[in-house]
């Protein structure tokens, strides 16, 4: 299969409900990350503007999905959810509806990001609450970081800088 075709073919809605490609991303390098408002680890909102705002002139975009899978840590609607982010953390990244990362209604997206048959590195369940993917300019996964690792992680910023390099 390939896998970079498979990911620019998915649909997804961005936080204002307008439908969109994946394919609108093609040539950028992104981090995709799984966000919740109520959870500990909610300040990485901070660190992913702080990244978007350093690399995105180099071809980096930050995708937020916002979901509720995890202790209903993300209450809100997408209209509470977008003004949270922008109110508390300046987020100016896209951002994406509500969705779910797992579980019988998984997101599209989210069951690509996933899958340990067409991604048997870095596939595998959600976890938790800001998880990152790695994609390259090209739509291959090429890592993942789990909820403990900070945007500002010398591991992450080092593999997101040879992805854009």
């Known amino acids: 299969m390939d896998t970079a075709k498979a ?15 994946m394919q ?5 390098v992104l981090l995709i990350v799984n966000t919740a408002s109520k959870c500990g680890f909610t300040k990485q909102y901070d660190g992913l503007q702080k990244l978007y705002e350093m690399y995105r002139d180099k071809g980096l975009e930050i995708l937020g999905f916002p979901a509720n899978n995890f202790m209903y840590q993300e209450p809100g609607n997408d209209e509470t959810i977008l003004n949270f982010c922008r109110v508390n953390f300046g987020v100016n990244f896209p951002l994406f509806a509500k969705i779910s990362v797992r579980g019988k209604n998984i997101d599209p ?22 998880n990152k993917f790695l994609i390259s300019r090209d739509g291959e996964i090429i890592d993942r970081f789990d909820s403990k690792t900070e ?15």
């Open 7 to 21: 990911l620019y073919d998915i649909k997804v809605k961005n936080i204002m409900g307008i439908e969109q490609s």
């Open 24 to 28: 609108d991303y093609k040539g950028k």
């Open 109 to 130: 997206l989210y069951q690509y990001l996933t899958d340990k048959e067409s991604n048997p590195r870095f596939g595998g369940k959600i976890t938790w609450n800001f």
């Open 151 to 165: 945007p500002e992680d010398p591991k992450l910023i080092e593999a997101l800088e040879q992805a854009l390099a």
